[in-house]
């Protein structure tokens, strides 16, 4: 499986499959929210939402918090201070 990032530019990308709280996640990553602030927000541990957060990294080839967020923002994820915040199709 080919995965977006730094180290493969390809126009290839798999599709990637995020559940509704991964994407909740990833938003509030965007919003630079701490894993323990994310926690306390969602109402669940802050284990739990390190886990969560491992798994988005390696659904989406990121390595770090900021290359997730890139990442979100190129594939339209993601709204973020007035970039890509038109309607884009669910998937």
């Known amino acids: 499986m080919v995965l977006p990032g730094p180290r493969n530019s390809g126009s290839y990308q ?35 939402v390190d886990n969560h957060v491992s798994n988005i990294f390696t659904k989406t080839g990121s390595r770090n918090r900021v290359a997730l967020v890139n990442w979100a923002l190129s ?14 199709p669910e998937g």
Do not use: P, Y
């Open 75 to 88: 594939n339209g994820k993601i709204c973020k201070d007035g970039f890509n915040c038109c309607t884009l």
């Open 14 to 48: 798999a599709k990637i499959h995020l559940s509704e709280r991964e994407l909740e996640i990833i938003e509030l990553v965007a919003a630079e929210l701490t894993n323990q602030e994310i926690a306390l927000r969602l109402s669940i541990s802050k284990r739990t």
